[in-house]
């Protein structure tokens, strides 16, 4: 069975830029989180879907966007980037049973750098 | 003050050693309670997940949660320099869906 899919795996954008990045579950899971990971801040919830309606929503910025597609596959995107947006970026999806239980399975993220 | 707080380490241990990591919590409403493992350049990895109080055994791994201390741990036995990683404890709330709160991670290195 296929693990989380997430594209591109390393990018590099300018301040003021904008990026989308890609995820695809594990086949059958209809729950995407999405987290940013900095070595100051570590890991942070970003947000949340489920069957294409957002579910929970972090403290970032509105700046920082997603959605999900009828086939569970997500997208996050951010605009107007800035230096503090240099992290990796880390997909997680969850079956009916883990959802609201934490049990995540996480992608191998996309590593984003903004010069 | 965060709301689950864990040392970064580095925590360095012989092979064969019992690695024992903990983390602390603040909200007395978290209710599951997860380790994660996390490889250099890989995402995390699901390693063990409780959601009472007690302990959890697997092969190796034991993780004892206390709710009345706010207070969760992990212990590896036979420690292998496989097992060298970041260990993340993270925790949720009732119905918080895939929002976890996570520590800060302790690096674990397991020497030959």
């Known amino acids: 069975k296929a693990g989380v899919t997430q594209t591109p795996r390393y990018l590099i954008k300018t301040r003021g830029q904008q990026v989308t990045l890609s995820c695809s579950p594990i086949?059958?899971?209809?729950?995407v989180s999405w987290y940013q990971q900095t070595p100051g801040q570590g890991l942070q919830f970003l947000f949340e879907?489920?069957?294409?309606?957002?579910?929970n929503k972090g403290n970032f910025p509105g700046r920082f966007s997603g959605r999900q597609f009828s086939n569970s596959r997500s997208e996050m995107n951010v605009s107007t980037l800035e230096l503090g947006d240099s992290a990796l970026y880390l997909c997680?999806?969850?079956?009916?049973?883990?959802?609201?239980?934490?049990?995540?399975?996480f992608g191998e993220g996309s590593r984003l750098t903004v010069l | 003050q965060k709301e689950v707080e864990q040392d970064p380490g580095p925590l360095s241990v012989p092979e064969g050693a019992i690695v024992s990591l903990n983390c602390t919590y603040s909200?007395?409403?978290?209710?599951?309670f997860m380790w994660y493992r996390q490889y250099s350049r890989k995402g995390p990895e699901l390693l063990m997940y409780?959601?009472?109080?007690g302990n959890k055994e697997d092969g190796r791994f034991t993780a004892q949660v206390d709710k009345s201390s706010k207070y969760i741990s992990l212990f590896i036995r036979d420690s292998q320099p496989s097992d060298s990683a970041t260990y993340l404890c993270?925790?949720?709330?009732?119905?918080?869906?895939?929002?976890?709160?996570f520590g800060a991670g302790t690096q674990v290195v397991v020497t030959p």
């Open positions: 997680a999806s969850s079956s009916i049973a883990g959802v609201g239980t934490g049990e995540l399975f």
């Open positions: 086949s059958g899971h209809r729950s």
């Open positions: 879907y489920f069957s294409e309606t957002q579910r």
């Open positions: 909200n007395s409403a978290f209710q599951y």
């Open positions: 409780t959601y009472s109080s």
């Open positions: 993270a925790m949720s709330l009732r119905n918080s869906w895939g929002k976890l709160q």
